[in-house]
Each structure stands twice: as structure tokens, then as C-alpha cells.
């Protein structure tokens, strides 16, 4: 597939690397900041990227399906009502 294909493998590789780049430079700033500034453990930092990654996972494509169903507008305001008051 490569060899006849190769231009579109490095078209789409170029593509995702706008997409991938953010999250890693901000998992990476997040593990020296926290364990440096912050005195946090890097096994812990890795456990709550973890976590965030698995949200992430199963968060994007739900919120895409939602979005097919009941269009864009909708599904983004959906969240909205609790993210005003975070918390008591």
C-alpha cells in the first residue's frame, strides 16, 4: 500500500499532525510543570493523562454522533447549563 499510495499516507500524516501536536506538547508541559513547580508525582500526572486520554476516547465520537442526530448547535450547548457553575 505504500509504495502506490505513499503520497496520500504522507498527505495524511501531515494532516493529523496538526491535530496530534497540541496534546502532546501539553502532556508534556503538564508532566515538568507538575513535577517540578508543583512537587507532584510523574506516576500520578501519567494516571490523570491517562484518565483525560480515555474521556477523550469515548467523549469525541459520542459528542460527534450527537452532533449527526441533532445538529451542531444542540449538541454544544448541551454541556453548557453545568459549565457556568462548576462547583458548591
Known sequence: ??????????????VRLGEQAPF??????????????LG?????LLDDILIAATVG??????FGHLSDRFGRRPAADAPAPGADNPGP
Open 1 to 14: 500500500m505504500l509504495r502506490p499510495e505513499w503520497r496520500t499516507v504522507l498527505s495524511s500524516a501531515f
Open 24 to 37: 502532546y506538547l501539553f502532556t508534556s508541559f503538564v508532566l515538568t510543570y507538575g513535577t517540578k513547580q
Open 40 to 44: 507532584l508525582t510523574r506516576d500520578g
Open 57 to 62: 476516547l469515548i467523549s469525541v465520537p459520542l
